[in-house]
């Protein structure tokens, strides 16, 4: 898929190591809402980078769960490469930043989470053809 080409909620990717997404959206929302919400939710996530990767933080694997409750509050709990990383602190309020200028997003709150331990299994193809990876 190319950078600009962003999955609808019927066309994510369904693997162990896709994101949950939806999975406590109450039935408020018409399917054609949500696959909106979902599809510029992830677009604005896929503007956030690592600064140590020359991938965004969606295809690098960084989030596991996007939820949509019924008053349009955004959950999002992501991860970082390392434990350690130096912007861990910094990037839940990027990709808040970033969701909360989407249309129709109430609000938006970004956990940080260190279970699972982020693997570079978690790369997309993308990702892995931008990092030289791709066997």
């Given amino acids: 898929m190319s950078e600009q ?5 019927a ?10 997404i939806g999975e406590n959206t109450a039935s408020v929302f018409s399917q054609e809402e ?8 992830v677009a604005a996530i896929k503007t956030v980078y690592d600064p140590e990767i020359p991938s965004d933080i969606y295809e690098i694997g960084l989030i596991y769960r996007i939820d949509i409750d019924d008053n349009r509050m ?9 434990p350690g990383c ?3 602190g910094e990037m839940p309020g990027w990709v ?6 989407v249309e129709g997003v109430s609000g938006v709150t970004a956990n940080m989470v260190y279970d699972p331990p982020w693997t570079p299994d978690r790369l997309s ?4 053809v931008a990092l030289g990876w791709y066997v």
């Fill in 5 to 9: 080409q962003v999955p609808t909620a």
């Fill in 86 to 88: 130096p912007v861990a």
């Fill in 74 to 82: 955004v959950d999002i709990d992501m991860t970082v490469t390392a």
């Fill in 11 to 20: 066309q994510m990717e369904t693997g162990p190591n896709a994101p949950a």
């Fill in 125 to 128: 193809e993308e990702a892995q």
């Fill in 96 to 101: 808040e930043n970033a969701v909360g200028m």
């Fill in 34 to 41: 949500l696959d909106r919400l979902t599809t510029d939710i």
